[in-house]
């Protein structure tokens, strides 16, 4: 192989790579939705978690108002509280989630989280689904979940592309 062609095949290869990057982010309006991933959950489990983080860089608040994906019967906005007795309760955020004007929010696991309720099967590592955000001001916007290993803490799941 010569060296133009050498030079070729490693643009091409990180032309592939840029893509699968830039493939896990979505745009809808002023707002950012990225990484959304999720964990392996076990064959029993009828609960799942996603994650993502969302950047407004608009000038106005908008806010996730519902999540509707056919992996589930239903996906409800949760939020972790800790008790003044040290213990954790999650709690729906009935009227949605605001993202704050040039602001963002991160769903992560042990704070704000989608919760994929009545799972019609386990999510399996590798296999992504998919799932659509619905705004109050933006519209609706259809997004893929990564799922990553059951002990994932972000990274793993987040810039695994298969």
Same mark, same amino acid.
């Given at each position: 192989?010569? $060296?133009l062609?050498?030079f +070729?095949?490693?643009?091409?290869?990180?032309m =592939?790579?840029?893509?699968?990057?830039?493939?896990?982010?979505?745009?809808? =309006?002023?707002?950012?939705?990225?990484?959304?991933? /999720?964990? +392996?959950?076990p064959?029993?489990?009828? @609960? =799942?978690?996603?994650?993502?983080?969302?950047?407004?860089k608009?000038?106005?608040?908008?806010?996730?108002?519902?999540?509707?994906?056919?992996?589930?019967?239903?996906?409800?906005?949760?939020? $972790?509280? $800790?008790?003044?007795?040290? $213990? /954790? /309760?999650?709690?729906?955020?009935?009227?949605g989630? @605001?993202?704050?004007a040039k &602001?963002?929010?991160?769903?992560?696991?042990?704070?704000?989280?989608?919760?994929?309720?009545g799972?019609?099967?386990?999510?399996?590592? =590798?296999?992504?689904?998919?799932?659509?955000?619905?705004?109050?001001?933006?519209?609706?916007?259809?997004?893929?979940?990564?799922? &990553?290993?059951?002990?994932?803490?972000?990274?793993?799941?987040?810039?695994?592309?298969n």
């Amino acid at each position: 192989m010569n $060296m133009l062609s050498r030079f +070729a095949a490693v643009l091409a290869l990180l032309m =592939g790579f840029a893509s699968l990057a830039q493939a896990h982010e979505y745009e809808l =309006g002023p707002l950012e939705i990225l990484h959304p991933w /999720s964990r +392996a959950t076990p064959g029993a489990a009828t @609960v =799942g978690g996603g994650y993502f983080t969302i950047e407004n860089k608009g000038d106005t608040p908008d806010r996730l108002v519902l999540v509707s994906s056919d992996i589930a019967e239903k996906v409800q906005i949760h939020e $972790m509280a $800790m008790s003044a007795d040290g $213990m /954790s /309760s999650m709690k729906e955020l009935t009227d949605g989630l @605001v993202v704050p004007a040039k &602001g963002a929010v991160e769903l992560k696991p042990g704070a704000i989280h989608l919760m994929f309720i009545g799972l019609k099967h386990p999510l399996k590592e =590798g296999e992504p689904f998919l799932a659509t955000l619905s705004f109050e001001k933006a519209g609706t916007v259809e997004v893929k979940f990564v799922v &990553g290993p059951a002990g994932a803490a972000g990274g793993e799941a987040e810039h695994k592309h298969n």
